[in-house]
């Protein structure tokens, strides 16, 4: 009976070693993935801040342009700029062969502006297109990690439950083979 009885302690002593160097495992682990979670959303917040300072900008800009459009569409028609009689315009050294034939100068512009727009266009839609695609992964990822954090609140209970219970045991618990 004797030797039952320190043989069921070495197993509650083993068991108590295991526990110290698993709990102690865990908590490094769960704090290391909080403090990994609490990071990830800092950059998180500061990735979309500055893709949404980057869009702002993108946007002013594009107006900006659109008035400039304008500008130019409203000089061809003829109707001087508001407030201005003459030309306003900075003086621009043209290479030789703009200078010597404006209707080139503008043949080209007009090439160059128009392949912007095609440019421009295509990179509004992969911008789209990828905050679509990224959306769609962030959202399937966050249900997948909402779906682990509701499992691992389980098992944290259980796990409480089950430390409380090997705590609290009034003698040392008969643990079976």
């Not at 801040?49 to 003829?78: C, H, I, N, P, W």
């Amino acid at each position: 009976m004797e030797q039952k009885r320190v043989s069921t302690k070495r197993k509650y002593e083993a068991v108590k070693n295991d526990l110290y160097v698993e709990l102690t495992n865990l908590t490094n682990d769960s704090n290391k993935l909080h403090t990994d979670i609490r990071n990830a959303n800092e950059d998180f917040f500061l990735m979309c801040k500055s893709m949404a300072e980057r869009q702002a900008d993108f946007l002013t800009r594009a107006l900006f342009l659109e008035e400039k459009y304008g500008e130019v569409v409203e000089m061809l028609e003829g109707k001087p700029k508001q407030g201005e009689c003459e030309s306003s315009g900075e003086n621009v050294v043209l290479p030789t062969p703009y200078a010597d034939s404006f209707a080139r100068f503008a043949e080209d512009s007009n090439y160059s502006l128009k392949s912007h727009g095609i440019l421009m266009a295509e990179e509004e839609k992969k911008m789209s297109q990828l905050f679509k695609d990224y959306e769609e992964v962030f959202s399937e990822n966050m249900k997948v990690f909402g779906e682990r954090a509701k499992a691992i609140a389980g098992m944290r209970t259980t796990l409480a439950a089950k430390l409380t219970k090997f705590n609290t045991s009034s003698h040392i618990p008969v643990l079976s083979d």
